[in-house]
């Protein structure tokens, strides 16, 4: 039950997908949905991990979650919990509804064995309260491809190009996302169903560019990379001033990465490339000539929280050698409440209960924030928010939570 008395939280059923998914589309302030987008959320959603809370016949919240699997620092790939369609109608805040769903969700994941569950968040302040906390940045960019010019390593001329169809090549497309996935922290080994999302094409989310292109890269007969992208075609007194929009992009190595960066950067009458979502260590910006014009910014995109403290640290690896007591505080799922000794190294780690003396104070959140590698303790201590209880234990556990590369979630869910 929801705590408001005339509420009740249910499981959703089949049957009543549309009533929820109107609701949720009218809380989100979206306009009408293409009968494609609708069906194919249908196919997703897990109807038992989704929730409905209803107020007599009335849909007033919803939320749900994905079975994913996450790359975590070291490449295991753990199970993670996929938040998502988290809404309340605006007749109904402030009397529990959110409170409740979280409860109810965050108990289903623990039974479940899941040691982490990971969200994007419409309001980032929503989530804090229940243990959630940036742990995933990601890069957006508009590039000037009329002034910047590329600097390719050596074989991108090996590397044969060409234009496909997005359905034709997608399981190819698919097996190079797969062979990157544990080299990642945050990326998320594709569920089966979920590759048709790339697919999803309508009119109306086009803003006036083309339909989806893909052009895949080549080696030895052997797809190693692949762009999908649209082009805006835009004119201005001077001449031409299209923008090429990229939506994916992926490649096995340095030479077929370069190639389909250059091709973006080569398309006729086009004079910017604009892109979202990217690692914010995407090598691209080691290429280009002059980063200035590059306009980048880095934003928040995937939230985190540890649903099993000892689980979810003992599942990844360390940078250095780490051993260290942490006195982690939880509000909202108590059993993480306590001392846990975390030792590790580059080769695994265990995470147990002890009385021995604590040496990092914290909570679940920071935890969160640093478990993928993206954020170091050390900058959340500078904030206030970790206190080192012995000296060097945060030097020790700051580099120790560290990861060769930077977290990146590939798309939102």
């Not at 007749?91 to 994007?120: C, K, S």
């Not at 094409?201 to 992208?229: K, W």
């Amino acid at each position: 039950m929801a705590s408001d008395r005339t509420t009740e939280l249910k499981v959703l059923r089949a049957e009543e997908f549309d009533g929820w998914w109107d609701h949720l589309v009218r809380a989100f302030g979206a306009g009408p949905a293409s009968a494609e987008e609708r069906e194919l959320d249908r196919s997703l959603t897990e109807f038992e991990r989704s929730m409905a809370v209803w107020d007599g016949t009335e849909v007033v919240g919803t939320g749900g979650a994905f079975s994913f699997r996450m790359t975590v620092p070291g490449g295991a790939v753990l199970p993670v919990a996929g938040v998502t369609m988290v809404s309340v109608a605006a007749t109904h805040r402030r009397r529990g509804v959110l409170t409740a769903m979280m409860r109810r969700q965050l108990d289903d994941v623990r039974e479940r064995g899941e040691a982490l569950a990971a969200l994007t968040a419409s309001e980032p302040a929503i989530y804090g309260r229940f243990g959630y906390d940036m742990a995933v940045q990601q890069l957006h960019a508009e590039i000037d491809t009329s002034r910047v010019t590329l600097s390719v390593p050596a074989g991108t001329d090996d590397v044969r190009l060409r234009y496909a169809g997005p359905a034709d090549v997608l399981d190819a497309c698919e097996a190079v996302y797969a062979e990157l996935v544990p080299l990642r922290p945050g990326m998320l080994a594709r569920q089966p169903g979920w590759e048709r999302a790339f697919l999803v094409d309508p009119e109306s989310d086009r803003d006036g560019a083309s339909a989806l292109q893909c052009v895949v890269a080549e080696r030895d007969g052997r797809i190693i990379g692949y762009a999908r992208f649209r082009t805006k075609l835009g004119w201005s007194p001077s001449g031409h001033d299209g923008t090429v929009v990229l939506e994916d992009l992926a490649a096995l190595d340095p030479a077929s990465d370069a190639a389909l960066w250059r091709f973006l950067f080569g398309i006729d009458l086009m004079s910017k490339l604009t892109l979202r979502g990217r690692p914010v260590d995407d090598a691209w910006q080691y290429l280009v000539s002059d980063i200035r014009r590059c306009l980048t910014r880095v934003r928040d995109m995937g939230y985190l929280r540890l649903v099993d403290v000892g689980r979810a640290l003992a599942a990844r690896t360390y940078q250095a050698p780490v051993d260290v007591v942490l006195d982690v505080k939880d509000a909202f799922c108590p059993w993480n409440t306590g001392r846990w000794r975390l030792t590790g190294d580059a080769k695994g780690a265990s995470c147990e209960r002890t009385t021995d003396a604590a040496e990092l104070a914290l909570s679940v959140r920071e935890l969160a924030a640093a478990y993928l590698g993206g954020v170091s303790l050390a900058s959340l201590a500078r904030a206030g928010r970790v206190r080192e209880l012995r000296p060097g234990a945060l030097t020790e556990a700051s580099t120790a939570f560290g990861a060769a590369a930077l977290p990146w979630l590939p798309h939102g869910f």
